[in-house]
T-cell receptor, first 115, second 110 residues
Framework: GAVVSQHPSWVICKSGTSVKIECRSL??????MFWYRQFPKQSLMLMAT?????????EQGVEKDKFLINHASLTLSTLTVTSAHPEDSSFYIC???????????FGPGTRLLVL | QKEVEQNSGPLSVPEGAIASLNCTYS??????FFWYRQYSGKSPELIMS????GDKEDGRFTAQLNKASQYVSLLIRDSQPSDSATYLC??????????FGTGTRLLVSP
């Protein structure tokens, strides 16, 4: 149980385009989903927390207009990187937390490369 | 002062030995604690959670919590080369989100 999927696993795009990443909880309902970013050899950096049906809460320094988060259902959250630039190239990982337990389960991650 | 601190390592142990990973946290009100394992290029996977003082065992893994000392540890018995990874300590400070340490890199040599 507690499986979280992400799609796509890899994406390469041109600078200026927008990229959408999906995060799904497959076997549980996730009241809260989290989006992280990880650069090579660095620790996880929390970008935002999203609760189903409400606006996401962004961490300090994360541009909410650049990283659009939608948590439309208890099993799906999306992160859209708008007008992506090479410095946005990173490993984006989502996690989900269920109704009962506060444990976060991570998706497999999406590697974004912006050319 | 960082909220969750871990020695970055690498911690090198021979195969079959016990690996001991340590973590300290600054928020005395923290209630739940987690250990995640992250292989290079992969996302973190949950190993154990612990909520009460004392030890919690799961197979070759034992988590230890001492809230008075604000200290969490993870012991890995009979370490295997496949245990080589970065181990992340995470603490729930009561605001939904987890605060992660920077991780300890473990190397288990055959």
């Amino acid at each position: 149980g507690a499986v979280v999927s992400q799609h796509p696993s890899w994406v390469i795009c041109k600078s200026g385009t927008s990229v959408k990443i999906e995060c799904r909880s497959l076997d549980f309902q996730a009241t809260t989903m989290f989006w992280y970013r990880q650069f090579p050899k660095q620790s996880l950096m929390l970008m935002a927390t999203s609760n189903e049906g409400s606006k996401a809460t962004y961490e300090q320094g994360v541009e909410k207009d650049k990283f659009l988060i939608n948590h439309a259902s208890l099993t799906l959250s999306t992160l859209t990187v708008t007008s992506a630039h090479p410095e946005d190239s990173s490993f984006y990982i989502c996690s989900a937390r269920g109704l009962v337990h506060e444990t976060q389960y991570f998706g497999p991650g999406t590697r974004l490369l912006v050319l | 002062q960082k909220e969750v601190e871990q020695n970055s390592g690498p911690l090198s142990v021979p195969e079959g030995a016990i690996a001991s990973l340590n973590c300290t946290y600054s928020d005395r009100g923290s209630q739940s604690f987690f250990w995640y394992r992250q292989y290079s290029g992969k996302s973190p996977e949950l190993i154990m959670s612990i909520y009460s003082n004392g030890d919690k065992e799961d197979g070759r893994f034992t988590a230890q919590l001492n809230k008075a000392s604000q200290y969490v540890s993870l012991l890995i018995r009979d370490s295997q080369p496949s245990d080589s990874a970065t181990y992340l300590c995470a603490v729930n400070t009561g605001f939904q989100k987890l605060v992660f340490g920077t991780g300890t890199r473990l190397l288990v040599s055959p």
